[in-house]
């Protein structure tokens, strides 16, 4: 079955980076969609990143330009680079993936990481 651990996360402060992993396990990487979602206290789980078996990636419109998510097939990983952290990034980040979906909802993903979390103080 697909097996997905994150890593890279921790606390920065704002303007500061991180890179965030996901290696994956039990399956050909770029048979799937890979996405990242991030849920912060009391909040509902949305999209951040989404990148296609082509590389196609899309973004949520709060970290356009300063996030970018990419995949490295030779280490069966995803990755997610963000830049310019704003304290409103502050949430558990989440790598998922399924066969088919490669949209935005939450709830059409059938595997999912055990999630590493990001704090960003201001």
């Known amino acids: 079955q697909v097996q997905l651990v994150e890593s890279g996360g921790g606390s920065v402060q704002a303007g500061e980076s991180l890179r965030l992993s996901c290696a994956a396990f039990?399956?050909?990487?770029?048979?799937?969609?890979m996405a990242w979602f991030r849920q912060a206290p009391g909040k509902e789980r949305d999209e951040v990143a989404v990148i296609d078996s082509t590389g196609s990636a899309s973004y949520a419109d709060s970290v356009k330009g300063r996030f970018t998510i990419s995949q490295d097939n030779a280490k069966n990983t995803l990755y997610l680079q963000m830049s310019g952290l704003k304290p409103e990034d502050t949430a558990m980040y989440y790598c998922?993936?399924?066969?088919?979906?490669?949209?935005?909802?939450?709830?059409?993903?059938?595997?999912w990481g055990q999630g590493t979390q990001v704090t960003v103080s201001s």
């Open positions: 039990g399956y050909t990487y770029n048979s799937y969609c």
């Open positions: 998922a993936a399924d066969f088919l979906a490669c949209g935005g909802n939450w709830y059409e993903y059938n595997y």
